[in-house]
């Protein structure tokens, strides 16, 4: 006989669940028109095969994503001499700069999840350095980015409790006015939630993270003063201060407020959504089908697409809405 509670032991990871599912099982996603006791049953069948597709597309070789990390940061750092040295136009510089600014955050998001090699692996050093030197361009520390996300899943559209809420917005524009007024000197964005939400933690480990932001952000600031006074005030604007806000633009707009608005559900599978993108899901990074990385995060990001078409037909029996793609 199977049941909730015997269906979330067929979870790929506790990572999977939301905590909501953990207190109270694997609430319906429907309110099936038969008797309760078939509705157990069905739920509890169409979860399991979930799963068993699920599992599917987890592991696999993943070493592109520390290579691109390597590679971009590479570029990314050359951009400085070869501005300052007069042999890169500084729009062009600008633009890459910007795309690695934002790609970025692809690379650090699969180290969050561990998902590169985890924990106790024989290359563990792997996972955690690719998301260490992946979100230098956006002046995000890997000891941040990774504790607010995982805080984040776990309290995906909590007013209070999920630290990206702040990206919330009425439309695109509105959303996007809000990240920006939230980046300015004591501004109530995302960056600040991050700070709070490690502040309200105080563990060893957020105390660090609040640490190494700290010294981000002067490494920065001393970057940007010591090139303008040198007389590079341009190249230190066009190579990482443009380009880190263009790339939190991105970030917050195409990966946080398109799949999660209008943010008032907060349930497993109505936390993030199935959409279509004006920019198509690679220039969105995959977050088209953003609701795949919520319901399973150790499946990697270049397969969230190819689980989404092979999960739909069941996530379609379940009552989620596929109706975009």
């Not at 809000?178 to 109530?188: D, I, K």
Request: charged content about 20%.
């Amino acid at each position: 006989m199977t049941d909730d509670a015997t269906v979330r032991d067929f979870d790929l990871d506790t990572d999977d669940l939301d905590p909501r599912d953990l207190a109270a099982g694997d609430a319906p996603a429907i309110s099936l028109a038969a008797d309760d006791t078939l509705d157990s049953y069905t739920r509890a069948d169409l979860r399991k095969e979930e799963l068993e597709i699920a599992r599917g597309f987890e592991n696999g070789p993943l070493w592109f994503y520390p290579a691109w990390a390597v590679v971009a940061l590479v570029v990314w750092i050359s951009l400085f001499p070869l501005t300052m040295s007069g042999h890169l136009n500084l729009f062009v510089a600008c633009a890459i700069a910007s795309f690695i600014a934002a790609g970025g955050f692809v690379t650090g998001h699969e180290a969050y999840h561990d998902n590169m090699v985890r924990e106790g692996g024989k290359y563990r050093w792997l996972n955690d350095f690719t998301g260490t030197i992946s979100c230098i361009p956006i002046l995000l520390p890997y000891s941040v980015g990774k504790l607010t996300h995982i805080r984040h899943h776990r309290f995906t559209n909590h007013p209070e409790h999920d630290p990206d809420y702040e990206d919330w917005g009425n439309n695109f524009w509105h959303a996007a006015w809000r990240s920006w007024l939230g980046r300015q000197p004591r501004g109530a964005g995302s960056l600040a939630a991050y700070r709070r939400t490690l502040q309200a933690m105080d563990t060893p480990a957020s105390r660090k993270a609040l640490r190494e932001g700290a010294i981000f952000q002067l490494v920065y600031l001393g970057t940007l003063f010591t090139m303008a006074w040198s007389g590079y005030a341009l190249e230190a604007a066009m190579v990482w201060w443009i380009p880190r806000h263009v790339g939190l633009w991105f970030i917050r707009l195409s990966l946080s407020w398109a799949p999660h608005h209008p943010r008032k559900d907060q349930s497993r599978y109505g936390n993030a959504r199935i959409m279509k993108s004006p920019i198509g899901n690679f220039l969105a990074m995959g977050m088209e089908v953003h609701m795949i990385h919520h319901l399973y995060p150790k499946i990697p990001h270049h397969r969230t697409k190819p689980a989404y078409f092979a999960l739909k037909p069941v996530l379609e029996k379940r009552g989620v809405d596929c109706s975009a793609l």
